[in-house]
């Protein structure tokens, strides 16, 4: 079935480092979904992506919908503390359900 | 506006045991969704209900999970008898759109449970 890998599975950074994680998969996504779970909470939609090559930025975070499909990218500029937590990847398995794939997420730390 | 919400937030049973999770929707939302993480790996899906009607449940791992929503609000996961790799983090999530990949999916804050 389809997978999403994604790396790297686990950061520790300084606060005010940038940082970077991706998602591949060998099948194409045609939506590229970015979730944060902070500790004891549910995943929060971060970005959506839906067009192959779309660069989106929300505050200090950015992200892409790789031209083949079938990869994405989620930077953070300067980071903060409060990001802190497991970012996900997702996407649907067709665009016509809501079924979503998940990757296995990356687990952020920052020391202050 | 009240989130998606959970009941209980953790639970802890032994094998063999009956535990039913329960989850309320944003107010309006049709589409419910119940995902579930094993720990350190992804998160699965295991159904969509469209109100109370089951859309999909091709993630259902077995017989022993039962999913209902009555009367199309909130829902409840049923797993009976708990075994050991029952044990996870069990995440409900709503969304008001079409059930489609493009809608927003809404999660709740999950139910922890651990199976002895």
């Known amino acids: 079935g389809q997978q999403l890998n994604q790396s790297p599975q686990s950061m520790f950074i300084q606060e005010g480092e940038d940082v970077s994680m991706n998602c591949t998969s060998s099948?194409?996504?045609?939506?590229w979904l970015w979730y944060k779970q902070d500790p004891g909470e549910g995943p929060v939609l971060l970005i959506a992506?839906?067009?192959?090559?779309e660069l989106t930025s929300n505050g200090r975070l950015t992200a892409q919908f790789g031209i083949t499909r079938k990869d994405s990218f989620l930077n953070i500029s300067a980071s903060i503390p409060s990001d802190v937590g497991i970012y996900f990847c997702?996407?649907?398995?067709?665009?016509?359900?809501?079924?979503?794939?998940f990757g296995q997420g990356t687990t952020l730390q920052v020391k202050p | 506006e009240a989130g998606v919400t959970q009941f209980p937030s953790h639970s802890v049973i032994e094998k063999g045991q009956t535990v039913t999770l329960r989850c309320d929707p944003i107010?309006?939302?049709?589409?419910l969704y119940w995902y579930r993480r094993v720990m350190g790996k992804e998160i699965k899906f295991l159904l969509h209900?469209?109100?109370?009607?089951?859309?999909?449940e091709s993630g259902m791992p077995n017989n022993r999970f039962l999913a209902e929503r009555t009367g199309g609000t909130y829902s409840t996961l049923k797993v009976q008898p708990a075994e050991l790799e029952d044990s996870g983090v069990y995440f409900c999530?709503?969304?008001?759109?079409?059930?489609?990949?493009?809608?927003?999916?809404?999660f709740g804050p999950g139910t922890r449970l651990t199976v002895l």
């Open positions: 107010s309006g939302h049709d589409n």
């Open positions: 992506l839906y067009k192959a090559g």
């Open positions: 999530a709503s969304s008001q759109e079409l059930g489609q990949g493009t809608d927003t999916q809404y």
């Open positions: 997702a996407g649907p398995r067709l665009i016509s359900t809501g079924k979503l794939i």
């Open positions: 209900f469209v109100k109370e009607s089951k859309q999909d």
């Open positions: 099948s194409i996504f045609n939506t």
